[in-house]
T-cell receptor
Framework: EAGVAQSPRYKIIEKRQSVAFWCNPI?????LYWYQQILGQGPKLLIQ????????DSQLPKDRFSAERLKGVDSTLKIQPAKLEDSAVYLC?????????????FGPGTRLTVL | KQEVTQIPAALSVPEGENLVLNCSFT??????LQWFRQDPGKGLTSLLL?????REQTSGRLNASLDKSSGRSTLYIAASQPGDSATYLC?????????FGAGTTVTVRA
């Protein structure tokens, strides 16, 4: 079974530029998550999708971050414009459903550096 | 709100010594607890998952215990090796959210 795929693996941009990350979840997984992990901290949930609907985006900085999952499968996370403090690893995860009994499986992450 | 704490934040040991990593959480209403390994700038690798009804899980040199009533878990790594150097994160699964600790960064000296 293929795992969660993410691209690119690394990205370096200058502040005020825009950037987009892509995630393809495990086949058949209805729930998709984007996390931000700043150096020295645990991952923080940015947004959770159930199929193509948003379940939780309470910690997404909506003035600069956006995410979509149009067909209920893969997803993109965009930052526009980027700030220095957006430098982090962006992790995508998926699970079969929502709720505590569903284990989340993580992708390899995208390391973003904003100069 | 679930708070997950990992102590110590960093640990340095000589090769061959056993490692003991601690994780505590404030809300005992969890479905499971998971230990992850993370290499610098990389994603998360799941090491062990303990269901709330279980007391421990073992995989090779790794053993994790869970005491849900006291809100604690411990990850033991036997006979540490330089390749064990990484950050270890614990995460607890609640009704709708996976809550992470900040991790313990381990250095195993050859």
């Amino acid at each position: 079974e293929a795992g969660v795929a993410q691209s690119p693996r690394y990205k370096i941009i200058e502040k005020r530029q825009s950037v987009a990350f892509w995630c393809n979840p495990i086949s058949g997984h209805a729930t998709l998550y984007w996390y931000q992990q700043i150096l020295g901290q645990g991952p923080k949930l940015l947004i959770q999708f159930q199929n193509n609907g948003v379940v939780d985006d309470s910690q997404l900085p909506k003035d600069r971050f956006s995410a979509e999952r149009l067909k209920g499968v893969d997803s993109t996370l965009k930052i526009q414009p980027a700030k220095l403090e957006d430098s982090a690893v962006y992790l995508c995860a998926s699970s079969a459903g929502t709720g505590g009994s569903n284990t989340q499986y993580f992708g390899p992450g995208t390391r973003l550096t904003v100069l | 709100k679930q708070e997950v704490t990992q102590i110590p934040a960093a640990l340095s040991v000589p090769e061959g010594e056993n490692l003991v990593l601690n994780c505590s959480f404030t809300d005992s209403a969890i479905y499971n607890l998971q230990w992850f390994r993370q290499d610098p700038g990389k994603g998360l690798t799941s090491l062990l998952l303990i269901q709330s009804s279980q007391r421990e899980q073992t995989s090779g040199r790794l053993n994790a215990s869970l005491d849900k009533s006291s809100g604690r878990s411990t990850l033991y790594i036997a006979a540490s090796q330089p390749g064990d150097s990484a950050t270890y994160l614990c995460a607890v699964q609640g009704d709708y959210k996976l809550s992470f600790g900040a991790g313990t960064t381990v250095t195993v000296r050859a």
